[in-house]
């Protein structure tokens, strides 16, 4: 059990590192037509679903077979990708800002961790049940279209390549920050990993979270909505169940930011306007709603489902970034870092 706090200091200290988040990285697309983030999400998901199905093959991992809620995953989706931009953060970033100091995404955080918490075991998770009446008996897309998951992995593979191309024929807007140390301290611990080789290390940690995780019974890989839940609900009620692969994992990510912003020296305290409280609280909220009904915030929809190409995840997907597209019309863009 004990791996899943490991992988979480290694997932945070990439996510640190790389800048790979997915509210700035959506909001790119839709802003300035930037497809950088949307390639390296595709590099590590690619990664990923070479690795889930070979080890499914070998009878390492079992790939989840559930039923697709349509209704709660449409609404979930959308409320999910508009809650992130409201609040500035996504879900895995709130855990990675809050370890360099962040006042704002401590706030999201709370906000979100509360929310799954009642969606999962309090007084939301009747109304919000309710949603998940409606399912597709379909889990994945090889089953809807009766085909081998391969031919999906190509194909993916395919798409992936393309759009890398497209996006190293962009021009990359910004300069490189300002780095407060020098010489191998520098390149050791504070300068920035390039998205896409990041990508790589992501994707591939990403196959060995879900070998791992296996090992104890939890079948799935990167997750950080119901582990969110899990540790608020081990903190309030003190139960062992509570404590496993996956609440580890999301503390580690936290361990592993603060590390890695101690070593660089970017670790502060980043105070917030007593205005901007409401928003962030909102919009963890909205998030937290978003990821009870899809069963995972981005990283388990956007990173993980759909690399073994579950119907659920692909529908989230869809679903976040167009409710990620909407509230940028509305809301003043916004950084992970801010």
Known sequence: MMSGLFVGIAFGVLLQRTQFCFNSGFQNIFLQKNFRFLAALLIAVSIQAVGFFALSHFGLIRIPDHKVPILATLIGGFLLGSGMVVCGYCASESWVRT??????????LLAFSITMACGYSGPLRRPL???NEQTLQASSVQEL?????????AALILITAVTVKISLSQKQPGSAPAHRLR???YLLFEKKFHLFFGAVLIGLLGVLAW???AQTGRQFGFSVAVPSANVMEYLVTGQDGYLNWGSLFAVGILAGSFVSALLSGGLELKSLPANEYPKRVFGGFLMGIGAVLTGGCTVANCLVSVAYFSIQGWLATFMILLGCAVATKFCKPSSCQA
């Open 99 to 108: 370890g360099e100091g962040g006042i704002a995404p401590l706030l999201v």
């Open 129 to 131: 049940g309710a949603l």
């Open 145 to 153: 279209l009766k085909i081998s998951p391969w031919a999906l992995v």
């Open 183 to 185: 010489g191998a301290a």
């Open 211 to 213: 070998y791992l995780s």
